[in-house]
Structure formats: C-alpha cells, structure tokens
C-alpha cells in the first residue's frame, strides 16, 4: 500500500515541488497537491507536509496568514487525528503560527538571510520522524531562511527539552536559535517543524542524503501503523 | 493642449532636433501623453540610439539558436525538445539612489523577461561594480544591493547561483547592478511579443498601476547631478511575492493555448510594452484608459503611460478565451481587466473619458526614432587619451607567499561568502554547484545541466578596448568550459559612460569590435542584452565615467551532470598541471595594483584560436575522467587559482618553485587542472607544465608552508571585517 502524503501549497510557497519530488522519490508514488484555498484533504491521507516558501510574502509575520487559510483548519483537525505533519521552514513558521508547535521564529540574529549548510545533531531519533536516525548522530542538512531564530520561554524550553521534544540542534550557532535549536516536536510527537531543509538532501546531487531518511522513518511508521 | 513648451520638450530629454522628428512623424504638436510616449521610446534606454548601429556588427545566430536579440530574451535549443531562455539586463541608476529597491527591481525585471517567453526561471545570476570600499556611501550599497537581490530571489524561489563583485574607484559615484536570469521551456512552446488578429483582446494583468517609476528609463539615460537624491520617487519598488503568483498564472495560462502574444511591462512600463507589441505585429493597438487597474483615483493617461509599476503584463489573447484567462488569474489573486483590442489602423489610440487622449503613428515612432553614428576615436587615439602607463620593471620580490596572503585578502579576491550566503542557492533542489568557474543547475527531471558565468574585467577593457571585449567573452567560455559546459551563448548588459564624449563612444566601439571578434572565433553568439549608458556621476565630484563594463553571461549545457567538473582538489597526491599558455606578464594585474600599487601596461592578450582548442581539449578531459579538478587561472594569476583550489577542498599542495611573474602574471587561455599522473593528459596535443601535487594542509610555495588555515583567515577577513567588525 503506497504512503499517501499530501503537500500543501499556499501562494508564495516555493519548496511545494521540491518536497513532492523528495516525497514521491522516497515513498515512490506522487505525493498529492493541495491547494490553500482548499477546506478538505484528500481522503485516507497518511502525511501532511508543509513546504518552504514566503506564503503571502511573509506579510504580517511570516506564516500568520497562511496559518489562518481554509485548508490549515482541516491540517489542524488531522493533526488532531494523529496524523503526521511535518512544516519545513516556512512550514514550521506556519505550524507555530497555527499553534500546532510552541514558540515562534524571529529574524535572524544576523539580520541576514542565511543560506548553507549546516550540522545538526539528532537529539531524539525516538519519533516518527526521526526512527532511521541514530539518537546523537551529527547530521548535514541546508538552510535557507530569513527569520529562523527559534524563540520559546524558558519555561517552555525546559518542558521541550525534558520532553524529548527538541528533534534537531544546530551544532554550531546559526541563527540566534535558543539554544540552538533546529526542529520540535508536538507534545505528541506526530507534529515536526524545522528550519532546515530536508528535501535538498535527497540525492548524491545534492552534494549530501542526510535528509532522507526523514521521509523512510515517516513511510516505516506509516506503513508500520 | 499647445501648451508645449521649450522647457517641457527638454525635461523630457528630447533635444530640440529630436523633438523636431517628433513634429514631422506626427505632422502636428503633440499632446503631453504623446509627448511623454515619444520621449521614453526614443530615450537610450529603450532606443539603443547611439549603440545600435554597432551592435548589429555581433554575431547573433548558430544551429542551436532559436530566437536572437529583439524578444523579450535570446532562446537557445537544449535538446529534447526543450530550450534555454535567458538575458541580463542593467539596473544602475535605481540601485545607487536606492539601493534594495533598485537591485531587487532588477531581478524582478530580468525575471519577466524571461519567464514571459515561456520559461520556468531556473537560475539567477548577478554582476556587480562597486566604488572603493571605504567610499562613505559604498557600505551602505553594498548591503542594499545584495539584501535587495536576495530578498527577490529568494522569495519568487529562483536560486541564484553565479555572480562576480569587482570593487574600483571608478564606480565610486555609480555602481553596477546587471541581474541575469536563465530559464527552462518547451521548445515548441514559446511565447513572443508580436500582436495579431484584428479585434483581439489586450489583457494587462499583474499589480495595479501606480505612480512609482515615472520616467525612470528616461532618468536612466541621463548622467547624475548633485541632485541625485531628488530622483528616489523615479525608483521603482518591488513585490517579488506579486512576482511570484504571476510567474505560477501565467506558466498556467500559457499551458492552454489562449494567448497570441505577451510582453512584460519593464522600462517605459504599458508604453514600450503596448508599442513593441503592436509594432512587431505590424497591428495598431486602442486602449481605453478607464480600464487600467490602478493602485491611486485620479491618475491621469500620462502617469498611466510612463509608470514603471512592478510585476505587471500585457497579453493579446484569442477571442472568447477571457474568461479562461480571467479565471487562473484571479485564482492566484491577481488584476486582470481587458484594456483594448488589436486594430488594423497602425497607430496606436489612447480613449480616456470618451476623448481620444492619444493617436500616434506607428511606422513613424519606430522608424524615425533617432539613430546617431556618434564620432569616436581611433584605437590609437584612445591609447593617447586613457595615458595607460607602461609596465615598466617591476621590481622583484622574494616573499611570494605573503604576496598571496595579501591578495587573497583584497577587495577583489576576498571571499564572498557574506554576499552568497544572504541568497538562497538551492531552491528548487537541481542546484549542482555554486562558488566554482560557473553555477551549474540540473534541467529539472534530466540528466542534463545548464551553466552559467557572468565575466568582465574592466581594467583590461579600460587599457584596451579591444582585448578586453575579446577577454570578457573568453572568460565566460573558459569559465564554462571548465565545469565541462558546451559553450552555447551569451547574453550581454553593456555598460558605458556617455556616448556623447568621443573617447567613451570609443570604448563602446572597440569594445563591441572585441567581442564580435571573439564570438564568431569561438562559436558563442550573442542572443539577448542590453545596453546601459551615461554611468557617469557628477555626484562624487568627479564627473567622470565608470570603467567601461561589457558584462558578459554566458550559458553553457552538460550532457550528463554526472561528469560536471568542480574546481577543489579532489584528493591528497593528485599531480597539478597548468595547461595553455606560458606567458608570463604582469600587465593590467590584481597584483600589480594590490602589491604595487600601481596599475599599469597592456592587459594580457587573448589568442581565440588556442582558446577554442583548449576549451574543447579540457572538456574532452573532464568528459573522460582523466581530470579530478579543473578551474580557470583569471584574476590573481596561477597562484591564486591554485590557493582556491586548495580552500575548496581543504586539501593543500606542494608548488614548484614560482617567481612573482609566473605566480600573480594574468595571461590567458589557461586552465589548472589535477590528475593522477601526466600521462592522463596525453593524445591532445596540449602545453602542459607540472606545477605540483596535492597533499597536506598548506600550500608549500618556494620551499615555505603557507597554513590553509591562514589563507582561509586571510580570504574570509575583508567582508568579515568590513561588514561584520
């Protein structure tokens, strides 16, 4: 039975092809489109993925009003479902501005754009997301974003941290990120956001595959469930 | 509406001969909408006045080309049914009066041209001139200009992967900013410019119309005054988001087959796009002016007319498809209205309030548009003139390693990592490589790859005319050619100071002579451009022009990206060779002006015939394997081809010993490449030297380590400093 993933496009995202190319070379079936101004999924969906992008032109605060388009209240019931959802960059700004994550992302600390690539160290290789990981592996993912610089109370830092629920940590500082980190899980753990870029470490070409195995811990869980 | 007067003719920058061509095209006054019209078509800007007579001595036609100059971009055949799009175009003006919003305009800009014609933009490119570094407004532009670029870019979600930044007194009052794009499209799926078919729909779509960018193609054909500042409102501001839902609309509408011509609204906004359409259909053309969207109430035909407003399109579409049409459009939230109808009458009619506001001739705007054959100087004149000073001896030096460290730390050499890493280079997951002699994206879903490079060295061009245009197309050849491209074309933004000056027109004429010269030797004509001119600055005190700047961009194709050649050492021990030329001269070089302080003597000459042979020899190698690392020896020399090597890799090398002349020398036609052992460049009849070997973690120059860890110190510390300090 073929994973059924739906990719969401919202006007300004920019990453929606290349997230359904990685999905369907993983999953190796198309992964579906869904439009913004949609109000339901496609039916049985296995996986929900949020791309990158400047959804309304980072208007506002980027993601706020994509958080707030028809298809995000059906994202959100799923979610609820217990479906898997995964926001990547604008995604995961998209995602905390749902409240499906805690926290928010503010401009870089650098006040510049950053674009490389960048180490991360898997802190918890537990989750749905992350099981093809081994827990404390150092990984090499791209960044590419403008406002990526994860903020929570510290409060809520400590209940993330004590929660297994900070997935990935930049090994070196990288955007002003609290302690540096990269990518969070909902308290359920079926929820991921993350600023870097999983989808552009999918092939040798891409000069490194450290983001596939992502999406193979994503299909096993599926499949597995 | 006589009320024209001699002041109003000449704040339109139309001189008193030109508006004289006016009155007899038209044979009567004109209003001010028709005046405004015929000031804005026949500006340089759009005119090509003064450069057009030469810029027909370039070649512009191979097998593989599908449309030259004079559309939207230049289309080039990548096989498989599918073409390469692309073009470069200039934005100075704007960008040194504003600096974020002029860059970022720019690459709006250069994006719709391109993906007007049908293509997916796939690659971004850029090629930058600033002033001196410690000139007071220069940090301020530099970091306008590259957010401005990036802030575009990465919103509509094209990579940019290719570009070049040169830092020289002579910018000091007017930078460069020429943004390139190149795109992907079906090949039987092109779109052109050309409106037909009588009662045909006009469609504008896109923003609404404000009043930004009045006059801003006539601003850029006129030098800066000490008012400068005053001409900020004659600067566009951009919307890369708008920019990004049009590219997604129209790529949707252009997968039907509603429309018969489109044309993106750029220089001279709804003007220059509703004239070039309907000349080149050889149609007439009725707006009616109460339909344009427009962002404010009360704007007038005349602001309407010459509003260079962002992200907007002019289409003729085939009766009865508007509602299709309309309907894609408003789905990606965008203005859609028909504003008019094609017409068989061959002028061109404006109706605003039920008045006919606007009746202009067609015929007569295009063919009576000013043509200057501008009075220039010899080659040998302007030698007398530029007083280029001899090389001279330059005295030797021992320390060639300090030399290095001191170069690979200056303005020109310094890593540009502050500047690249605020663009995002790898969206849209084709991107190959970046930072190497080209930038190289994947033709989405193929194995092919397409590479581009924007070259210019304008010291050379500026000592000599000539050999700099021949060098600057070189460049690009060579820089394609070293990642294993088939050199296809180039795409050119041609920047001068004022033709009006003889010593200028020289450089414009000898320069196009060069580089003609060089396109025909090798196989690699000239299919878009455009040409920037009075980039001359009172501003600064000076009144003096830039170095003349012919930037080239060149686009070649990989058959197989899996036999890309990159330029980091690949492995500990590898043998290191130079192949080509062994001239060794000093002339025009970074070194002479970083070490010496002086610049001085002839640029280094460019033999076309060996630069072809050798181009074909080393992608011949890197198809083959026989090669691990390759990249062009330009700026800097040898030495500084062989320590970026080295801090692409992280691998170091152990040097035969070098002489100043040999290390930092800048003659051309030469490539450093890595191999297993000297046998692996055998059967090609090349000059080959040994040069060293590979291994460590220094670069071992006249028996004396250099640590990597240094030069990369040394490389990363300008902008570091400059920017971050």
Request: hydrophobic share 40%; with cysteine; charged share 20%.
């Amino acid at each position: 039975m073929a994973v059924r993933a739906a990719v969401i496009t919202f006007p300004g995202s920019n990453c929606d092809r290349d997230m359904a190319v990685a999905i369907e070379q993983v999953v190796g079936a198309p992964a579906l489109r869904v439009w913004h101004g949609d109000t339901a999924l496609p039916d049985r969906v296995d996986f929900i993925a949020l791309p990158g992008g400047f959804s309304y032109g980072d208007y506002l605060r980027s993601g706020a009003m994509a958080a707030r388009s028809p298809i995000m209240r059906a994202v959100v019931d799923a979610a609820g479902r217990g479906v898997p959802v995964l926001g990547v960059c604008n995604g995961f700004q998209v995602l905390t501005e749902a409240g499906l994550l805690p926290g928010a992302l503010m401009r870089n600390a650098g006040m510049n754009f950053i674009c490389r690539t960048a180490a991360l160290k898997v802190e918890n290789a537990g989750s749905l997301f992350t099981s093809a990981y081994r827990a404390g592996e150092d990984i090499r993912i791209p960044v590419a974003h403008h406002d990526g610089n994860y903020f929570a109370d510290a409060e809520t830092l400590d209940r993330l941290e004590g929660e297994g629920r900070v997935a990935f940590r930049y090994i070196e500082a990288c955007n002003g990120s609290q302690r540096n980190i990269a990518g969070v899980l909902s308290e359920n753990g079926r929820v991921l956001g993350m600023m870097p870029h999983p989808e552009r470490a999918i092939d040798a070409a891409h000069g490194g595959v450290d983001g596939r195995r992502l999406f193979e811990s994503v299909v096993a869980s599926v499949v597995a469930a | 509406m006589s009320d024209i007067t001699p002041e109003i003719v000449e704040s339109h920058g139309l001189s008193r001969e030109e508006y004289d061509r006016v009155l007899s095209a038209l044979g009567r006054e004109p209003n001010l909408v028709e005046l405004g019209i015929f000031s804005v078509m026949w500006s340089e800007h759009c005119s090509y006045k003064s450069s057009r007579i030469h810029l027909k001595n370039l070649p512009t036609e191979a097998p593989w080309v599908i449309c030259g100059p004079g559309e939207n971009a230049g289309v080039i055949d990548i096989g498989d049914g599918q073409a390469a799009i692309f073009k470069m175009e200039s934005h100075n003006h704007p960008s040194y009066i504003e600096p974020y919003q002029g860059a970022a305009t720019g690459v709006g800009g250069i994006l719709r041209d391109v993906f007007t014609m049908g293509a997916r933009p796939v690659a971004n490119a850029n090629a930058l001139r600033f002033g001196r570094p410690d000139h007071p407004k220069m940090q301020h532009l530099v970091k306008g200009v590259v957010a401005g670029i990036g802030g575009y870019g990465n919103c509509v979600g094209v990579p940019t992967v290719a570009g070049e930044t040169n830092f020289h007194p002579g910018y000091d009052g007017n930078i460069l900013v020429n943004a390139m794009t190149v795109g992907v499209a079906d090949a039987d799926k092109i779109f052109y410019s050309a409106a037909t078919g009588l009662g045909n729909p006009i469609v504008y779509v896109g923003s609404k119309t404000g009043r930004d960018g009045i006059h801003g193609a006539t601003m850029a054909s006129a030098e800066f005054d000490e008012n400068s500042d005053e001409k900020r409102p004659t600067v566009q501001v951009g919307d890369p988001f708008t920019e990004k839902l049009l590219i997604e609309a129209c790529l949707e509408l252009m997968a039907t087959d509603a429309i018969v011509a489109i044309q993106d609204m750029g220089a001279a906004g709804l003007t220059s796009s509703s004239v070039e359409m309907a000349s080149k259909g050889g149609a007439g053309i009725r707006l009616d002016m109460n339909a344009v969207p427009c962002r404010e109430e009360g704007m007038t035909p005349y602001e309407m007319m010459l509003s260079e407003s962002q992200e907007r399109m002019l289409m003729v579409l085939k009766p009865g498809r508007e509602a299709e049409a309309e309907a894609i459009f408003r789905k990606w939230e965008l203005d859609f209205a028909v504003i008019g109808e094609v017409t068989d009458t061959g002028h061109m009619v404006l109706e605003w309030n039920g008045e006919v506001v606007c009746d202009i001739p067609l015929a007569p705007l295009a063919d009576d548009a000013p043509l200057y054959d501008r009075p220039y100087l010899s080659q040998d004149e302007y030698k007398a003139w530029a007083q280029v000073k001899p090389l001279g001896a330059v005295p030797e030096r021992t320390d060639i390693a300090a030399d290095l460290l001191k170069l690979m730390a200056s303005p020109d050499l310094a890593s540009r990592r502050w500047i690249y890493e605020q663009y995002d280079s790898q969206v849209g997951a084709d991107t190959l490589q970046t930072g190497g002699d080209a930038g190289v994206v994947r033709v989405h879903g193929t194995n092919k790859a397409l590479a581009t490079t924007t070259d210019c060295t304008p010291r050379y061009v500026y000592a000599d005319p000539f050999e700099g245009g021949k060098q600057a197309v070189a460049e690009a050849y060579r820089n394609l050619c070293a990642v294993g491209a088939r050199p296809l074309a180039i795409t050119n933004c041609l920047n001068f100071g004022s033709p009006q000056r003889p010593e200028i027109m020289a450089q414009i004429v000898h320069a196009l002579d060069g580089m003609g010269e060089a396109c025909r030797a090798l196989d690699f004509p000239v299919v878009s451009g455009n040409v920037s001119l009075y980039n001359e600055s009172k501003a600064t005190g000076g009144g003096s022009a830039i170095l003349p700047t012919p930037a080239i961009g060149g686009v070649g194709l990989l058959d197989d990206y899996t036999q890309m050649a990159r330029i980091g050492f690949a492995a500990e021990s590898d043998e290191i060779f130079v192949i080509g030329s062994d001239v060794e001269t000093l002339g025009q070089s970074l070194y002479l002006r970083v070490v010496h302080g002086a610049e001085a003597g002839a640029p280094p000459a460019v033999d076309l015939a060996a630069e072809r042979q050798l181009g074909e020899a080393v992608r011949s190698l890197i198809a083959s394997g026989a090669v691990s690392a390759v990249h062009d020896v330009s700026d800097g020399g040898l030495l500084v081809a062989v320590a970026e090597m080295a801090l692409a890799s992280g691998i170091g090398a152990e040097l035969e010993p070098l002489r100043a002349a040999a290390a930092f020398g800048e003659a051309q036609g030469r490539y450093v490449v890595t191999a297993r052992d000297a046998a692996a460049l055998e059967g090609h009849g090349l000059p080959v030297r040994r040069i060293g070997r590979t291994g460590g973690d220094a670069l071992i120059i006249n028996g004396q380590p250099l640590a990597l860890a240094d030069l990369r110190t040394a490389h990363q510390s300008f902008f570091r400093d400059w920017m971050e300090g």
